[in-house]
């Protein structure tokens, strides 16, 4: 049986049903000859190598990875001793696909001599959904955050201000300096304790929202103000269905997203990119729907800056964390819990080259309307 899988590289209409279980898999599968000539693919594979199976079918696996790749060695492995061997965690790359993580399984095949299986297990999809995560439990942590300060901090801080405002009526002239710098900065911290309220969990109204009309409405805020001097690329799928959410607070997410995006920007030929598509397959367990929800709707939001530093990609949607030097910290917490109340996720890559944001968000559906 796994005799036929050779002719299946470049016979698709010769399908065996080895070849129709692995051709129904997910995950990329190959089978290698002792020479490590690729000898199948399935179209998991096709995809995640970036190339058809007729362009893979009989080249050399060194071909198309890297020439030190991980693969390569633990492949000879299995071929020298004709044992299964699994590895966790492995960074490979190729020509026509970027630097990736995954889990390998290989094994010989023992109907074809010396051949070898090989299973791909691509942990990047993994290692978003645990950034998603790691978002939502930030965001989580600023609601409860702000129900505390909005209780417990702007009480007495209203006591504060009064008693400096007295105090600044009867001091001297050389104290009223003083009562003036209690009450600016009791304003100040109040200010930073009205942002937080934005956290706490409030019920969200959401209806059909034509996330195209968004994004034209941040775009004009964008270029009558901290973006005027940056061109805008958009990108769109004009057919894009509506979204399940609030008009407002979408603004709000996009909003900041751009804000940060023309910080970012070089001083000369600044560009942000906004983009939307839709996408299959996707489906999550959210906070807000508490079911597995499919988020088709992909808005991208990106710039050609420096990147963001590695030492807080980690921690980006922590409340408090940022690189700016008169930042707050709260703008993406703020976002990250906004895109978690709509029962969405976000997402971010960033090089040498800029940083784009991915927001993913459901769509609007009938029998969500008061059924």
């Known amino acids: 049986m796994a005799q036929t899988a050779p002719a299946e590289v470049t016979e698709r209409g010769a399908v065996a049903p080895l070849a129709a279980i692995l051709d129904s898999l997910p ?64 960074e490979i790359d190729g020509p026509r696909f970027g630097p990736c993580h995954v889990n390998i399984h290989a094994a010989p095949m023992s109907d074809i001599h010396q051949a070898v299986i090989v299973a791909l297990e691509d942990l990047t999809t993994a290692q978003r959904m645990d950034r998603h995560l790691t978002h939502r439990a930030a965001a989580r942590s600023v609601s409860g955050m702000a129900a505390v300060l909005a209780h417990e901090i702007k009480n007495p801080l209203s006591g504060i201000r009064g008693a400096a405002q007295l105090l600044e009526r009867n001091a001297a002239a050389g104290d009223r300096r003083l009562a003036r710098l209690i009450r600016d900065e009791v304003d100040r911290i109040c200010a930073l304790v009205d942002r937080m309220e934005e956290f706490s969990d409030r019920p969200l109204m959401r209806e059909p929202v034509n996330i195209h009309e968004v994004l034209e409405r ?45 910080e970012a920007m070089p001083e000369e030929r600044g560009e942000i990119t906004v983009s939307t598509a839709y996408r299959h397959g996707l489906r999550l367990e959210t906070t807000a729907a508490r079911e597995r929800a499919h988020l088709p709707l992909e808005v991208g939001v990106g710039d050609n800056g420096k990147g963001i530093a590695t030492a807080v990609r980690r921690h980006l949607f922590d409340p408090f964390v940022t690189t700016k030097p008169s930042g707050a910290g709260l703008g993406l917490a703020l976002v990250a819990k906004i895109v978690d109340d709509h029962g969405g996720m976000i997402e971010f890559d960033s090089g040498a080259e800029g940083t784009t944001f991915l927001v993913r968000l459901p769509v609007y559906e009938e029998q969500l309307d008061g059924a």
Do not use: C
């Not at 058809?52 to 060695?73: C, F, G, N, V």
């Not at 690329?233 to 603004?251: H, I, K, M, R, W």
């Open 218 to 262: 941040v775009r004009q805020i964008a270029q009558t103000g901290f973006a005027a001097h940056v061109e805008f690329v958009e990108t769109y799928d004009p057919s894009l269905p509506s979204a399940n959410g609030n008009f407002d607070q979408l603004v709000q997410v996009f909003l900041n997203l751009v804000k940060n995006a023309a």
């Open 27 to 90: 995950i990329p599968v190959l089978v290698l000859d002792h020479q490590g000539s690729i000898e199948f693919v399935n179209p998991a594979a096709e995809q995640f190598l970036g190339a058809s199976a007729l362009h893979l079918a009989h080249r050399d696996l060194a071909d198309i990875l890297t020439p030190d790749s991980p693969l390569l060695a633990l492949i000879a492995q299995v071929t020298r001793r004709r044992a299964a061997v699994f590895d966790y965690g492995v």
